[in-house]
């Protein structure tokens, strides 16, 4: 079936991070002069303005940080209604905007700082997107 919702559209600073994505890893960058990583992609540490930043591959474990169940779906997501918009805090400290999938979306079953874990999702034969589900441990 086509997979019709946007899809992205790679960046000379984010290319590392989807080819990365398809091979089912995480990849984010961290920065050598105060060891923090961060998200989204970008040339220069967001906490200290070093550009000695380098590559590094992640777990993909993390907490829910926040999140919102959303009703009014963006033009593709009509069938996908309701759904979890989540950022998701990952163990090694930067946050991800996202989806939460295989959870009933329902604040009963999502609920602030819950364990989660990433699920690769090969939408295209080019693109896997990184979405998030309960973790399993
Ligand atoms: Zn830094």
New binding site residues.
């Given amino acids: 079936m086509a997979y019709n919702k946007p899809l992205p559209a790679p960046t000379p600073e984010t290319q590392e991070y989807w080819d990365g994505l398809k091979r089912h890893e995480l990849r984010i960058q961290r920065?050598r002069?105060?060891s923090?990583h961060y998200f989204y992609p970008r040339p220069f540490?967001p906490?200290?303005y070093?550009r000695n930043v380098e590559w590094t591959t992640v777990s993909g474990k993390g907490k829910l940080h926040t999140f919102v169940i959303n009703y009014r779906p963006a033009r593709g997501f009509e069938s996908d209604v309701p759904y979890v918009i989540a950022i998701v805090e990952l163990d090694e400290g930067a946050r991800m905007m996202t989806n939460l999938i295989n959870v009933q979306p329902d604040p009963q079953h999502v609920t602030a700082d819950m364990p989660v874990e990433i699920v690769y999702d090969d939408v295209t034969p080019e693109v896997t997107l990184p979405k998030f589900q309960p973790a399993r441990r």
Avoid: G, K, P, Y
């Fill in positions: 920065c002069d105060c923090r540490c906490h200290c070093s």
